[in-house]
């Protein structure tokens, strides 16, 4: 283990042996898979969002439990139904994203920490860091939108990852706001950035020379009315990183993908070109079951 | 049902789900104790046991039944 994040991770394990005793067996599962390369990520995180706050940890897990038993208890629904329970964007927005005490107890601290503890998050982290940033990196990029920004977390990424770059952030959630001008804030990387509330298939101020929506796809009645959006806040030559959740029930997930092709064709049907894409699933699927699984894409403007 | 009707039941279920043998399931067996209990396993084993017993456990209790004796608790108060 890289030794500078051991108090860290000692940390994690006791937040879920408190917390979340279910979920504990998943940080050395992590920890086996991916190595040094994860206790470095998240001991960072714990480092500087936490600020090694035993307290803070230990409440991000607490939510982080009770985010998982829900998903997991929907998943088994949904391996017999193959459908989303039927929620509208505004019941969603009414009962999750404009919910303060669910967003700021569960939602926000376990999209938190499933960056880290699921295995297709920490996969889909590694692979934008390694495919995405580095197209950025030294070619001129200098402006990017993140549109549906969350807890703020990939924003975070790409402005660590390219320090000459400046973001805007846009989300129609006061709370998902808050998490991340405090992200950023213990970052120390506000200085690079706006957020603005609005909804998120609205029009954005254009010519961005990149654009993040990372799982914000499958929220909405109809995806492609954001994807056009997004793709007139762009400008020619773009490139941009787009994800989507398949057969993962969320109670606010709406639109239901299941395979890659599906996310792909809308993408293209709205001025981009895919240059790379992937896949990458929760666990192995056993018989009869379904898993979640991150779609994700990297494309330019067309 | 007796304890003893009930831990059989409770038994059977739970290695059909985990994938094991019911020999392998103790009156005293905990998430511990069997390398197989995971989380993903442990959800459809609560769901299976909601099923076989026509109960619904809150999600308070899914996080603490992490143990033999701790499931029959959960389900004696449930069907009482």
């Known amino acids: ?302 | 049902m007796t304890d003893e009707a009930l831990f059989e039941k409770v038994a059977r279920t739970m290695a059909v789900v985990i994938g094991i043998d019911q020999s392998e399931i103790k009156p005293d067996s905990s998430m511990d104790s069997i390398d197989k209990w995971d989380s993903l396993k442990h959800m459809k084993m609560i769901m299976a046991l909601e099923q076989e017993f026509d109960v619904m456990f809150d999600d308070e209790d899914v996080v603490e039944m992490l143990s033999v004796p701790l499931i029959l608790i959960a389900i004696k108060e449930k069907v009482a």
């Open chain 1, 1 to 302: 283990m890289a030794d500078a994040h051991a108090v860290q991770i000692a940390q994690v394990k006791e937040a879920f042996a408190l917390k979340a005793r279910l979920f504990q067996g998943a940080v050395d599962d992590q920890l086996a898979t991916f190595g040094d390369a994860w206790v470095t990520a998240l001991g960072e995180e714990v480092s500087v969002y936490f600020n090694n706050d035993n307290v803070l940890l230990e409440n991000a897990v607490e939510g982080y439990g009770r985010f998982c038993i829900e998903a997991m208890r929907l998943q088994r629904r949904f391996d017999k139904t193959l459908r989303y329970d039927a929620i509208s964007y505004a019941e969603a927005l009414e009962t999750v994203y404009q919910n303060d005490a669910y967003m700021r107890t569960v939602y926000l601290p376990a999209l938190l920490l499933s960056h880290y503890m699921w295995p297709h998050h920490f996969r889909q982290l590694q692979w934008v860091r390694e495919n995405f940033f580095s197209r950025l990196s030294g070619n001129g990029f200098r402006t990017f939108c993140d549109v549906g920004i969350g807890t703020g977390f990939y924003s975070k990424e790409l402005l660590r990852a390219l320090p000459d770059m400046r973001g805007w952030g846009f989300d129609i959630s006061d709370s998902s706001i808050d998490h991340t001008g405090l992200m950023l804030q213990r970052w120390s990387l506000s200085d690079r950035y706006t957020l603005r509330k609005q909804e998120v298939s609205a029009e954005v101020e254009g010519g961005f020379d990149c654009c993040v929506s990372v799982e914000l796809l499958e929220h909405l009645e109809d995806p492609t009315v954001l994807l056009r959006s997004i793709r007139r806040a762009m400008r020619d030559g773009a490139l941009g990183l787009l994800t989507a959740a398949l057969d993962a029930p969320n109670r606010d997930h709406i639109y239901l993908y299941r395979k890659n092709d599906t996310v792909r064709h809308q993408i293209e049907a709205s001025g981009f070109e895919v240059l790379q894409e992937a896949n990458f699933a929760a666990y192995e699927v056993g018989e009869g079951e379904t898993v979640p699984q991150a779609a994700c894409f990297i494309v330019r403007t067309c």
